[in-house]
């Protein structure tokens, strides 16, 4: 019962002036969200982690040019760098009798190769943070991408009903049997070869264009089947009625009518898009059909940490870290974000918990 | 980096094989090259267990079929060809000898037949008798399983009308078997001087005349050397044990081994592997070692860890035929700003790769130091990228600022590699980017002309020692085939007069072998001249061995020979 007055708590606040007091400031749906999130401390400090590792991430040109004094782009086998005052090759000679093997420079805790360097002799610091940039970029760019396609797919489909609907649902539903990592890996790999040339528009395969479209693409039946299910529930209503009665186009009924009372649903899912694009974005990139060198991405630094887990765990180890923290602060802003958008939603899953 | 041993590079084009295999040197006597460094840690008995660990299996075990130095390392074990190379460490492991026939004979008829007579009382690991017609059925079976590189053979007579049709391969032409005198006769449309070196090569070993005339998968036929198929399984692992039919007929061309079992086992990683053998619960790592355990290896287990340079290239072809290397100059610009010493550290420094700039590898027939695109040129040797001369080479050619791709593999060396060549392209003024593909794809797609590859990231290992392995296959008119996925000489390079010159070298290696090296030197010197490839550097092998292993031989053929070493 504790929980259910506290998510009651918020809805109806009523104002200090009181209903006898004059005019009654009103409260918009979202105003009222807002109003929740706010409050919902361990949202606010995911969606606090999130922005810091944002803002690390976007200040990774002024951290290798001031900080670190390096290109991280470009290998640096036959290079030094100075560690306590004496100069040090980045990549050092295996020793013992055979001298088999070079292993690239560990952690100095420094502004130099703060991290260590990897298998070719980058700084380490410099590629996470460049990392991050990359696949922040393609993890919120292939999630707004993929609700912006959703939302219109699932409008459409749920709006028209009929041959529109069945074309839609079924396209979506061939999407929707291919297991994600598996359509994402056939697609990166054709297209990686030549990248994608569509009538005047045509993307190079070493852009970034080329993973956020086809991650926002695999993800789209996810976003659109909720969204086209909403939109079913909406269309029954009064007031759509109502609009169609004063003679509102098909357009406006949509746009003006559906849309702001199925939008939640996108709005709930973002964070959870974001969260999991960035995640297949690390996975493509891992398999080295995501991002093409010498750009970097959380997924090709942890795969060129790959070879060097025995004895330089800090290059897989540190993008492995952002990633788990970008996850899993978007995962707490998602679930923050649809308590505040829909209690009741929590108030069920609450029940069934306890059940 | 399994893949580097795992499949001999040379996947040769059989195409190539008829366009340029005219004539050549015989490795018969001897190849021109210094020792591969083999070592012996001292010798040892026989019996025991010889437990070999790797982390894939081979595919299928047919002789006729398997084209991997994994499986390749056992045939010779349980088979025998008509001769082979020497099982020996060192440069003697690439001298020709005879095995299942009596001697090596000379080629009469203007070097177009070959007369063999097979040694008398020999048997199959099934107790059958060894017959001249089995012959008939191991070369048949190489147009109709097919074999990859059948192409090897095309020379036999009938053999190109097997390569059209395998259905309707009649052979009986080309080999003429007698069974009661113990003879088998190879006619020839052509001269080949490296015909006894295909010979010595798995595809030609010998199985009974009722093997079926398809792949046989897991289980492969009977053979004649002192180990015999125990099992085969490519989830699990794989056992010879000894074959008891069998009598050491010749110690040079198939000594009795010494180990009673080997074993095979699948699965593990590579690490996991090198833990085993370092607890001795396994005796060798077939796998390269991982860059991270090398140091590791070098420092607390250098005395079980043998290193022996590879005769094999890995290397940039640079396409001829498309801007901006089209331009001799360029490529030759390309080539100074190459740093071999970079692509030596990204491969595991010094101890593992030595820089090269040529085409043929040290200790192979024909090989002559050679190195144009260094500073202070002049002993053959590479010292450093002269950044300068390539900067002034890229100004004269004309094509600074042309946007270069780079094609490399998505393996840790492979896109290392391809990322450094980018970076040394970016500094004398090219825009270069790198394109990294999948190796089975990428090796596909840098043959085709098609795709117009700028850059090419590739290695070729040798088959067998002779110098037309690398130069006439990879560089020669007659295996460059447009619009093909098959063209090894991925640069699209065709000079005539150094393709007259290789054609010169091939029909004098019948008669002159000494001559037709020489010869061969030449030709290496021009191809690099010509800069068709970067070349980067020559591999070099690590063995790793548990501390009860001894008898260590490595051939540059065979490399180790696993029989040859004992288990205490």
């Not at chain 1, 609907?165 to 890996?185: C, E, H, K, M, N």
């Not at chain 2, 070959?114 to 020999?122: N, Q, Y």
Request: net charge negative.
């Amino acid at each position: 019962m504790s929980d259910v007055a506290a998510l009651e708590q918020p809805i109806a606040p009523l104002p200090e002036e009181g209903i006898g007091s004059g005019a009654v400031a009103g409260r918009s749906p979202w105003e009222l969200a807002a109003r929740r999130l706010l409050r919902n401390r361990v949202a606010m400090a995911a969606l606090g982690l999130f922005v810091l590792i944002v803002l690390v991430s976007l200040a990774a040109p002024l951290y290798a040019e001031h900080i670190a004094h390096t290109d991280p782009f470009v290998p640096n086998l036959n290079g030094t760098t100075e560690v306590d005052g004496k100069q040090v090759p980045i990549m050092q000679q295996g020793g013992g009798a055979l001298k088999l093997g070079v292993t690239p420079i560990g952690p100095t805790w420094h502004s130099n190769f703060f991290l260590g360097a990897d298998n070719q002799g980058r700084d380490v610091m410099a590629r996470v943070l460049y990392g991050g940039r990359s696949s922040l970029l393609i993890g919120i760019g292939s999630a707004l991408i993929c609700g912006l396609v959703a939302v219109i797919v699932g409008l459409l489909a749920g709006f028209f009903g009929g041959l529109t609907d069945t074309v839609l649902s079924r396209t979506l539903d061939v999407i929707w049997a291919f297991p994600v990592y598996l359509l994402a890996i056939s697609i990166a790999t054709v297209l990686i070869t030549q990248g994608l040339s569509v009538g005047p528009f045509s993307i190079s395969a070493s852009s970034l264009w080329l993973p956020t479209l086809i991650i926002a693409v695999v993800y789209v039946p996810y976003v659109a089947r909720p969204v086209r299910g909403s939109v079913l529930s909406v269309r029954e209503k009064e007031f759509i009625d109502a609009a169609i009665a004063q003679g509102a186009s098909n357009t406006r009924l949509m746009l003006s009518e559906i849309l702001p009372n199925v939008i939640s649903v996108v709005i709930v899912l973002l964070p959870l898009m974001i969260a999991t694009t960035i995640l297949t974005e690390s996975a493509l990139s891992f398999l080295t059909i995501g991002v093409q060198p010498p750009q970097a991405s959380w997924g090709t630094v942890i795969s060129d940490g790959q070879q060097l887990l025995y004895t330089r765990p800090w290059v897989a180890i540190a993008p492995g870290i952002m990633i788990v923290l970008t996850v899993l602060s978007l995962n707490v802003l998602g679930d923050g974000i649809r308590d505040a958008l829909d209690p009741r939603a929590k108030r069920r899953i609450g029940r069934k918990a306890k059940a | 980096m399994s893949s580097r041993r795992s499949i001999l590079i040379g996947v040769l084009a059989l195409t190539v094989m008829a366009a340029g295999c005219g004539g050549g040197s015989s490795s018969t006597s001897g190849s021109s090259g210094g020792s591969s460094s083999a070592s012996s840690t001292g010798g040892g008995g026989k019996g025991g267990t010889f437990t070999i660990l790797a982390n894939s299996n081979w595919g299928t075990a047919d002789p006729a079929k398997n084209y991997t130095l994994q499986e390749w390392q056992l045939l010779i074990l349980t088979h025998d060809g008509l001769v082979g190379f020497k099982r020996a460490g060192g440069t003697e492991g690439t001298k020709i000898v005879a095995d299942l026939a009596t001697e090596v004979p000379q080629p009469t008829d203007g070097g177009k037949t070959w007369t063999f007579t097979l040694r008398p009382g020999i048997k199959y690991s099934d107790g059958t008798d060894l017959k001249a017609s089995d012959f008939q059925r191991v070369f048949l079976r190489q147009f109709t399983v097919p074999g990859p590189a059948n192409g090897f053979y095309e020379p036999i007579v009938g053999a190109a009308e097997c390569l059209k049709s395998p259905k309707t391969c009649d052979l009986s032409k080309g080999i003429v078997t007698d069974d009661q005198a113990g003879t088998v006769t190879f006619h020839l449309t052509a001269p080949d001087p490296e015909f006894l070196d295909k010979l010595g090569l798995p595809f030609a070993f010998a199985v009974p005349g009722n093997t079926p005339l398809k792949d046989t998968g897991n289980n492969p036929p009977p053979g004649t050397g002192p180990y015999m198929w125990d099992h085969y399984d490519p989830n699990q692992g794989a056992k010879l044990v000894r074959n008891p039919y069998f009598k050491e007929w010749s110690a040079d061309a198939q000594p009795n081994g010494n180990p009673d079992v080997i074993e095979y086992k699948f699965g593990l990683t590579v690490e996991a592997e090198v833990t085993e053998v370092e607890n001795g619960t396994a005796d060798w790592v077939f796998d390269p070692p991982p860059a991270d355990r090398l140091n590791e290896i070098s420092t607390k287990y250098a005395d079980q860890a043998h290193v022996n340079p590879l005769t094999a290239d890995y290397y940039m072809a640079l396409n001829v035929n498309v801007p901006p290397f089209n331009n001799l100059q360029a490529r030759q610009a390309a080539n100074f700003a190459a740093d071999r010493a970079a692509y030596v550290k990204i491969y595991g420094g010094p101890s593992l790769a030595q820089p090269s700039c040529q085409v043929l590898p040290p200790n192979f027939p024909g090989y002559e130091p050679y190195c144009p695109y260094t500073t202070n040129p002049g002993d053959g040797q590479w010292h450093g990228p002269d950044i300068a001369k390539a900067k002034q080479l890229v100004e004269q050619s004309g094509t600074k600022g042309a946007k270069v791709a780079v094609v490399g593999t998505t393996d840790e060396v492979g896109k290392a590699l391809t990322e450094q060549v980018v970076a040394d392209l970016n500094a004398i003024g090219y825009k270069a980017t790198a394109k990294l593909l999948a190796g089975g794809v990428q090796y596909a797609y840098i043959q085709n002309s098609d795709n117009k590859v700028q850059v090419g990231y590739s290695q070729w290992y040798q088959d067998y020692p002779a110098a037309s392995d690398f130069l006439n296959i990879l560089l020669g008119c007659g295996s460059f085939h447009p619009h093909s996925d098959a063209s090894p000489n991925i640069s699209g390079f065709c000079d005539q007069t150094i393709q007259d010159k290789m054609d010169q070298a091939l029909k004098l290696g019948l008669t002159d072998p000494a001559g037709a090296n020489k010869l061969w030197a030449e030709v290496d010197h021009d191809v690099t001249d010509q800069a068709a490839w970067i070349t980067m550097f020559n591999p070099k092998l690590i063995d790793f061995l548990s501390k009860r292993v001894t008898g260590y031989q490595f051939s540059p053929q065979w490399y180790f020979l696993i029989a040859q070493a004992s288990v205490q």
